[in-house]
């Protein structure tokens, strides 16, 4: 019954829903180092029952700079939040590395959403230093797909 719930709800978004874009540019530090080839994602958020979806996926340049931009089809307002996964200042137990990431979401203001296909109106990240521990932080180590359904990762 669930599985069924949910995937009517998915297809009345695809359905009835209108064409909404989003757009995220910044830098990512490591101290006074740029923080490279970390993965950056942009994602719409939704409450229980639904699951998170991500939107696009894209990864820092040499210097830090990333430009994540995407197109959702949703029925209300998107919901976007942008997802760092990165290893910066991740030591792990007794010098061994870590093997998880540590994982930061910023969830952006609706007013830089656009209607239609294009992003009108960027956020602008600015640069951000990921070397000490981030308020809305958490350890990234698998995909878990409960804790999408569940537990919004914020």
Not at 122 to 148: F, M
Request: some cysteine; charged content about 20%.
């Amino acid at each position: 019954m669930f599985p069924v719930a949910l995937l009517t709800l998915s297809l009345a978004s695809s359905a009835f829903g209108s064409s909404q874009s989003v757009g995220v540019q910044g830098q990512l530090m490591c101290g006074a180092a740029p923080l490279t080839d970390v993965e950056v994602e942009l994602w719409e958020l939704h409450d229980f029952p639904e699951p998170d979806f991500r939107i696009a996926t894209v990864k820092t340049d040499s210097r830090g700079y990333f430009q994540v931009s995407g197109t959702a089809s949703v029925v209300f307002t998107l919901k976007p939040a942008l997802r760092i996964y990165h290893r910066c200042n991740n030591d792990g137990f007794l010098g061994i590395p870590n093997l998880c990431q540590r994982e930061v979401t910023y969830e952006m203001p609706s007013s830089y959403v656009t209607e239609g296909t294009n992003v009108n109106n960027w956020y602008q990240l600015g640069t951000v230093n990921l070397q000490a521990k981030q308020p809305n932080e958490q350890s990234h180590c698998v995909d878990n797909p409960i804790r999408d359904i569940f537990g919004r990762r914020r």
